[in-house]
């Protein structure tokens, strides 16, 4: 059974820093493209991140450019966020997802929220 | 930036069908795909490359694509189905990110 699990998220202040993990099993990690969405608190779903199976790709949306870092060890089956600088727009439940193909993200994770807050 | 625009809200009775459509410029050349999410609970794919239903997906659910509109249909739609829905593309910018639809919430009853 493919299973993703977050973990990192907490409640930080502006500014600050978190690294979220998604452990993933149930299936050959290594293989796969992933990719970070996150939700913030009754809005929409956002797209944040991506990253390639062999990690020749990384792409970012906009809105974290330059502040977040996507990252994967494909021996410890994990995939990581490093959110640097956070703002309280960054509020939001992030989602770890696994990329089936393309851009069908065919399973997800539970979440793992961060609050950005003084 | 590139965006894709859903009706807020689509109602229907039980045994209807439901359609949510989803607009962007880019769509005659770009895949859509669509996400169910039910309250409190992660997405789920239910439609991708504009009409393929993943496994375990029932065949109530439906997608197409013409020009710059997409619909998702839920052909006799049951109470389960009440979700909020998105849908997802890319622009035709060499972006190799996407972008989520802004949500449809659909309330069967």
């Known amino acids: 059974e493919v299973q993703l699990v977050e973990s990192g998220g907490g409640l930080v202040k502006p500014g600050g820093s978190l690294r979220l993990s998604c452990a993933a099993s149930g299936f050959t990690f290594s293989t796969y493209s992933m990719v970070w969405v996150r939700q913030a608190p009754g809005k929409g779903l956002e797209w944040v991140s991506s990253?390639?199976?062999?990690?020749?790709?990384?792409y970012y949306a906009d809105s974290v450019k330059g502040r977040f870092t996507i990252s994967r060890d494909n021996a410890k089956n994990s995939l990581y966020l490093q959110v640097n600088s956070l703002r309280a727009e960054d509020t939001a439940v992030y989602y770890c997802?696994?990329?089936?193909?393309?851009?069908?993200?065919?399973?997800w994770g539970q979440g793992t929220l961060v609050t950005v807050s003084s | 930036s590139y965006e894709l625009t859903q009706p807020p809200s689509v109602s229907v009775s039980p045994g209807q069908t439901a359609r949510i459509t989803c607009s962007g410029d880019a769509l005659p050349k770009k895949y859509v795909y669509w996400y169910q999410q039910k309250s409190g609970q992660a997405p789920v794919l239910v439609i991708y490359e504009d009409s393929k239903r993943p496994s375990g997906i029932p065949e109530r659910f439906s997608g197409s694509s013409s020009g710059t509109m997409a619909t998702l249909s839920i052909s006799g739609a049951q109470v389960d189905d009440e979700a909020d829905y998105y849908c997802y593309s890319t622009d035709s910018s060499g972006n190799h990110g996407g972008v989520f639809g802004t949500g449809t919430k659909v309330t069967v009853l």
């Open positions: 990253i390639s199976n062999a990690i020749n790709y990384m």
């Open positions: 997802a696994r990329i089936y193909s393309s851009h069908a993200f065919d399973y």
